[in-house]
């Protein structure tokens, strides 16, 4: 896909959606070192307990719908024309479950690690996803699969 001359974020469609993810994660950590957060005395065990489940949650997302698009032999790259629909699995409750498990081991290793600036500018990296590279997929999406996405989409939500 080439990126659009019009709309800067656009030219972010060069780096890989995970990597979104990890640049701006390591952008929160620069500013935890910069800006250290105040979480208290108390080593937070509640917190790094909860933050493993959700990274876990996370990981066992990912690979579930990693899985599914390998096994459907189509492609995972924003932009990129898929050669079939996935809509099983958890693509049943969702359109995007490997966003949403991007976000959900984000926010787990930021609670492992007790960081609050990667949380801070976690809505950074969803609304450059909702706004920039989900209507990019979704207008793909149309274009190959016409009425049967349009139809999907109808019936299952963007996110959850």
Not at 9 to 15: A, E, I, S, T, Y
Not at 20 to 26: E, M, P, Q, R, S
Not at 73 to 79: A, E, K, L, Q
Request: charge should be positive; proline fraction near 7%; charged fraction near 10%.
């Amino acid at each position: 896909m080439t990126p659009s001359s019009r709309n800067p974020f656009h030219l972010l469609l060069l780096v890989p959606v995970p990597w979104v993810f990890v640049l701006t994660y390591l952008i929160g950590v620069g500013l935890e070192r910069v800006h250290r957060t105040y979480i208290g005395a108390s080593p937070l065990l509640g917190v790094q307990i909860f933050g493993g489940v959700l990274f876990l949650i996370g990981a066992v997302l990912a690979g579930w719908s990693l899985i599914l698009f390998r096994k459907a032999r189509t492609t995972t790259i924003p932009g990129q024309a898929s050669s079939q629909l996935v809509t099983w699995g958890p693509y049943r409750a969702s359109r995007n479950p490997m966003y949403i498990s991007l976000s959900l081991a984000y926010l787990g290793e930021a609670g492992l690690l007790k960081q609050a600036w990667p949380i801070l500018l976690l809505p950074l990296t969803l609304c450059y996803l909702n706004w920039v590279v989900i209507p990019l997929e979704e207008t793909r999406l149309t274009e190959v699969f016409g009425q049967t996405y349009l139809d999907y989409k109808a019936r299952v939500r963007r996110w959850i």
